[in-house]
């Protein structure tokens, strides 16, 4: 490993550092949604760069989850009326609490 022949003063090395310092990024305003963003990188806003659309948000996913999930809602509210008008009506059925199975007495007539 290479060692320095002297020892570089404070000033001597801070002025070669003087040119790294952290810029501010320029910002402008997205051509799409007009929000603030830097410059040369797609909007995280609204994920377009220029006229096109290249980055996916969480506000499309978002979007994309409940268009599904409304579809698979009217899809099955749409199968379900489907099934009610080719299904004939029948007569309605006897509920088993009147009539007591074959072999068993009703509990009501032995508690009292």
Do not use: W
């Not at 004939?88 to 009147?98: G, V």
């Amino acid at each position: 490993m290479a060692l320095p022949k002297k020892k570089i003063s404070r000033v001597r090395g801070r002025t070669r550092r003087a040119h790294s310092a952290v810029k501010m990024l320029g910002l402008v305003l997205c051509t799409n949604c007009q929000q603030p963003k830097p410059a040369h990188i797609a909007c995280p806003q609204c994920g377009f760069y220029g006229n096109k659309k290249v980055l996916n948000t969480k506000t499309d996913k978002r979007i994309a989850a409940r268009l599904k999930r409304d579809q698979a809602a009217a899809a099955r509210k749409a199968k379900t009326e489907s099934n009610k008008k080719a299904a004939p009506k029948s007569a309605p059925k006897k509920s088993s609490a009147t009539k007591a199975p074959k072999g068993q007495a009703k509990k009501d007539s032995d508690k009292k």
